[in-house]
């Protein structure tokens, strides 16, 4: 069986295979196109000198990426919290 198929269970004729795509494999593509987006971004911008940057000053980047994303948690984890207490509310 190929990958991204699954057997038939009975709907296909008798030997048949069904073809899905998996969903993370859609998922998967749109992160990849957004990375692309950002690295394009970054090229058009600094052209590859990036590449050329000392291995310390990508890892301060990396830390001040991470405590950035670790910011933005906080302020989605507030929205999110409040949005379940709307949805908690509607429900009741």
Known sequence: MS???VPNMGT???????A???KYKTVF??????????????FEE?????FDRPM??????IKEELFDICGWSVILFEKLKRL?????EVKE
Do not use: H, W
């Open 84 to 88: 379940e207490e709307k949805i908690g």
């Open 3 to 5: 990958e991204g198929n």
């Open 20 to 22: 899905e795509v998996p």
């Open 29 to 42: 593509q749109e992160f990849i196109d957004g990375i692309n987006m950002r690295m394009q971004a970054g």
């Open 56 to 61: 310390i000053e990508l890892v301060r980047e």
């Open 12 to 18: 296909e004729p008798c030997g048949a295979v069904k």
């Open 46 to 50: 600094y052209g590859d000198t990036s």
